[in-house]
């Protein structure tokens, strides 16, 4: 809880006359002198029919992690890397734009191991200028039902190796998501740079 709070405080010390979206401008600028815009003749459907749930860790080179070049997949990030928050975007992958197999990959060390419940957040949360606690929203906590009395579902993660069963189990509970496909998962090892395989 500890780490999930100090977050929060650490989070108001930059002023927004410090901002690093404007280096990042700085930095596109650069980018844009060499840029190769051969990458966008290629058609919109990644070439290897592969989409990626992941988390939305920065540390993770997920091109790099698992040898990919750009236009080869479909990466889908966010916190934890779980299905749940991904459904949007995998049903767009596989109805639109043809990817036939998906990885889900959460890792070691990940933040959201750092808590282990809901509360937690919304603890640190209260301590966030600029946002309201009374009005936070509310997260399906089983697919596809939302009732009044369902509370904010964080989703922490307390045993790596369950979780990404979890999430393949949840993968079939949405209808929309093709049952057709490859689903495997993955956790990768941030002190091995290795993925290895839960079944």
Do not use: W
């Amino acid at each position: 809880m500890h780490k999930v709070i100090a977050a929060a405080i650490d989070s108001n010390i930059l002023s927004a006359s410090e901002s690093f979206i404007d280096q990042c401008c700085a930095q596109n600028v650069e980018y844009a002198r060499n840029y190769d815009e051969k990458i966008y003749d290629v058609r919109a459907p990644p070439s290897k029919h592969l989409a990626i749930v992941c988390c939305m860790d920065a540390r993770l080179d997920v091109f790099r992690m698992l040898g990919l070049k750009p236009g080869e997949a479909h990466i889908i990030r966010n916190g934890g890397g779980r299905i749940r928050d991904a459904v949007r975007s995998l049903v767009c992958s596989q109805t639109l734009l043809q990817t036939k197999e998906v990885m889900i990959i959460h890792h070691t060390d990940c933040g959201f191991t750092y808590f282990s419940n809901n509360d937690q957040v919304i603890t640190a949360l209260k301590l966030q200028p600029g946002t309201n606690v009374g009005n936070l929203p509310v997260f399906q906590t089983v697919p596809g039902q939302v009732s009044a009395s369902d509370r904010p579902d964080f989703m922490p993660i307390e045993d790596l190796e369950q979780s990404v069963r979890d999430d393949m189990v949840e993968y079939k509970q949405y209808p929309m998501l093709n049952q057709n496909v490859t689903v495997r998962g993955f956790l990768y090892d941030t002190k091995t740079g290795l993925l290895k395989e839960i079944k």
